[in-house]
């Protein structure tokens, strides 16, 4: 027994030393990456843009970020925010000659491709040149690289110019074969956020909806891409409609690229245009070490007693704090809240980039936009959806700026609650019994159907958060309640559709949303600051990581199908409290 108690003793020892060691190493790690060690960059240099990750809001707070530690990114990502400040600092640096896009598969919605294409258009000003190549142009990226001096494709490449498809997965046979019901409580014609888990093709509805903001948005596509390459939009439409682009040469043809080119040539290309020796490496900085040159220590200008605060507002909406990816009513009303009661803060712009969530938490984060209104402005802008719950948070502002291929509007609200009586009863053999207090004293009890009565008593509250929802918008929108109600419905409308519906004030980006912000507040000179604090990386450690690891693991394993994972995951949120968000994971193709 003695030596077993060494044993016990010796093993929790070495654990203890193990832990410690590896906090060490953790530490070292996080202290070498979070130097921030500013970056030179050399006369005749040229900025290289990729852009193969999810672009988020905001740059993360992850100095393991490159290292691939601990299931964290091995890629640095850069957020919208310092891709936006550096290509407005490159614009202005005298050592960058020019910017490069090179292959990039742009895993994000359309708004925020525009708002760095507007980027690059307003570099070019400048007079230096913008060139792109690749060896796969993807619709989004050749929109993004439309807007080049010079367009190059790799000749053997591929070029896929063939329009729009937006397709839905439908759950309801896989449904019907566990038996189980889905029983729906909504509001609005075109809330089809229902449809998967009750239908087994798009409503009729549904299918108009679509039909309408995918021809928006393609319509907008086709016309800023003849615009840029000086051709007619609907030659353009008929080279897509009938796979015209078939081969490399096909592009070059139809004057959608510039020239095939393979890389070396392209090297030598930029090496001219930057004034370097084909015998030389050419001078190049990527746009993410870029945010640590020297240029940039001198750009937090403005003062410190006129500020504008930026708050973030991205990902789903749910109670609670939430996190850098999802949008927690708790944490989000703490810095509006905060942002009000500072009187430095001379101004507000809410940056939304949600489809949506808890109905809930929508209307308490509303409530706190609607208190900031009172006594100072707050403008919002939209990214790349501000849809349902989220623009339910946004309607109480002084005004609301979008992109043209923001996805907005889904004025609406809807519950669903299963009923697994015949999956618990005839497919695992499980019955349930119980006594109550009183006949509702179980509702919401899934292992049986709802009573008629129980079934309207829902609807009405459905019906009352649609009613407060639509009244939020009329008040903060200045329409009626029923004109709301005409267009509400759960409709989902494109930017460019809200403006003319009054949904929306402007067209513009968050340069525009601060611009207005300073305006209306009658300030020149201040000095910009972000909201809520982003997570630190030892918040991730001491938090969630197994949760984060775990989910890298699962992505990582899936792929593509990550997607599908996360809807039948996010089941479990839809069917505990009614929700105001987007009525399925838009994917535009």
């Known amino acids: 027994m003695k030596q077993f108690f060494k044993?016990?003793?010796?093993?929790?020892?070495?654990?203890?030393?193990?832990?410690?060691?590896?906090?060490?190493?953790?530490?070292?790690?996080?202290?070498?990456?979070?130097?921030?060690?500013?970056?030179?960059?050399?006369?005749?240099?040229i900025l290289t843009i990729s852009l193969d990750h999810p672009i988020a809001e905001r740059t993360p707070n992850n100095p393991l970020a490159g290292l691939g530690f601990l299931g964290f990114d091995s890629d640095k990502a850069i957020g919208l925010n310092d891709i936006l400040a550096n290509i407005k600092k490159a614009k202005t640096d005298d050592n960058i000659k020019g910017i490069f896009l090179t292959e990039s598969y742009?895993?994000?919605?359309?708004?925020?491709?525009?708002?760095?294409?507007?980027?690059?258009?307003?570099?070019?000003?400048?007079?230096?040149?913008?060139?792109?190549?690749?060896?796969?142009?993807?619709?989004?990226?050749?929109?993004?690289?439309?807007?080049?001096?010079?367009?190059?494709?790799?000749?053997?490449?591929?070029?896929?110019?063939?329009?729009?498809?937006?397709?839905?997965?439908?759950?309801?046979?896989?449904?019907?074969?566990?038996?189980?019901?889905?029983?729906?409580?909504?509001?609005?014609?075109?809330?089809?956020?229902?449809?998967?888990?009750?239908?087994?093709?798009?409503?009729?509805?549904?299918?108009?909806?679509?039909?309408?903001?995918?021809?928006?948005?393609?319509?907008?596509?086709?016309?800023?891409?003849?615009?840029?390459?000086?051709l007619n939009a609907d030659t353009l439409r008929n080279v897509a409609n009938n796979m015209r682009i078939q081969f490399a040469e096909d592009a070059l043809k139809y004057k959608l690229v510039?020239?095939?080119?393979?890389?070396?040539?392209?090297?030598?290309?930029?090496?001219?245009?930057?004034?370097?020796?084909?015998?030389?490496?050419?001078?190049?900085?990527?746009?993410?070490?870029?945010?640590?040159?020297?240029?940039?220590?001198?750009?937090?200008?403005?003062?410190?007693?006129?500020?504008?605060?930026?708050?973030?507002?991205?990902?789903?909406?749910?109670?609670?704090?939430?996190?850098?990816n999802t949008i927690g009513s708790d944490k989000i009303s703490a810095a509006l809240r905060k942002v009000r009661l500072d009187n430095k803060v001379k101004a507000v712009v809410l940056r939304v980039n949600s489809p949506g969530g808890s109905s809930l938490a929508s209307a308490v984060i509303w409530r706190e936009v609607q208190l900031i209104h009172k006594v100072k402005p707050i403008i919002v802008s939209m990214g790349d959806y501000a849809a349902s719950g989220g623009y339910y948070i946004s309607c109480a502002a002084d005004s609301i700026i979008a992109e043209p291929n923001t996805i907005t509007?889904?004025?609406?609200?809807?519950?669903?609650?299963?009923?697994?009586?015949?999956?618990?009863?005839?497919?695992?053999?499980?019955?349930?019994?119980?006594?109550?207090?009183?006949?509702?004293?179980?509702?919401?009890?899934?292992?049986?159907?709802?009573?008629?009565?129980?079934?309207?008593?829902?609807?009405?509250?459905?019906?009352?958060?649609?009613?407060?929802?639509?009244?939020?918008?009329?008040?903060?929108?200045?329409?009626?309640?029923?004109?709301?109600?005409?267009i509400g419905q759960g409709r989902v409308w494109t930017g460019s559709q809200a403006l003319k519906l009054g949904l929306v004030d402007r067209l513009g980006n968050i340069n525009d949303a601060v611009a207005s912000a300073a305006k209306k507040a009658n300030v020149k000179d201040y000095k910009l600051v972000t909201y809520p604090e982003q997570k630190s990386i030892f918040n991730k450690f001491s938090g969630n990581i197994?949760?984060?690891?775990?989910?890298?693991?699962?992505?990582?394993?899936?792929?593509?199908?990550?997607?599908?994972?996360?809807?039948?995951?996010?089941?479990?949120?839809?069917m505990r409290i009614p929700q105001a968000r987007l009525p399925y994971d838009i994917v535009i193709k």
């Open 7 to 45: 044993f016990v003793l010796a093993t929790i020892v070495g654990l203890v030393i193990t832990t410690v060691l590896l906090l060490f190493v953790i530490i070292g790690f996080v202290s070498s990456a979070s130097s921030d060690k500013e970056v030179s960059v050399e006369p005749n240099s």
């Open 258 to 324: 510039d020239g095939l080119k393979y890389k070396d040539e392209i090297l030598d290309d930029l090496k001219d245009r930057s004034g370097i020796s084909h015998k030389k490496d050419l001078n190049s900085v990527n746009i993410g070490d870029y945010t640590n040159s020297k240029s940039d220590k001198d750009s937090d200008s403005g003062s410190s007693d006129r500020k504008i605060a930026i708050i973030y507002a991205s990902g789903e909406i749910s109670g609670g704090d939430g996190d850098d």
């Open 106 to 230: 742009m895993l994000n919605g359309q708004a925020t491709t525009e708002e760095i294409r507007k980027a690059l258009i307003d570099f070019k000003k400048s007079g230096k040149f913008v060139v792109a190549y690749a060896e796969i142009y993807t619709q989004s990226f050749y929109y993004l690289a439309s807007v080049a001096d010079k367009v190059y494709l790799n000749p053997k490449g591929i070029f896929d110019f063939s329009g729009f498809s937006s397709q839905i997965t439908f759950f309801k046979g896989t449904l019907d074969k566990l038996g189980i019901e889905a029983q729906v409580i909504k509001v609005g014609t075109y809330k089809s956020a229902v449809e998967p888990f009750v239908l087994n093709k798009m409503s009729d509805a549904n299918r108009e909806q679509v039909n309408a903001y995918l021809g928006s948005l393609y319509d907008y596509f086709l016309n800023n891409i003849a615009s840029s390459r000086h």
């Open 409 to 486: 509007g889904s004025i609406g609200i809807f519950s669903i609650l299963p009923n697994m009586q015949k999956f618990f009863n005839d497919k695992v053999g499980v019955t349930f019994d119980g006594v109550k207090t009183g006949k509702f004293a179980d509702l919401g009890d899934i292992s049986r159907p709802l009573t008629p009565e129980e079934h309207m008593i829902l609807q009405t509250q459905v019906n009352r958060g649609y009613d407060e929802f639509t009244k939020a918008v009329a008040d903060g929108r200045h329409k009626t309640q029923a004109y709301i109600n005409s």
């Open 546 to 574: 197994s949760s984060h690891i775990k989910a890298k693991v699962i992505e990582s394993e899936l792929g593509e199908n990550y997607t599908f994972y996360q809807q039948v995951k996010s089941l479990q949120h839809l």
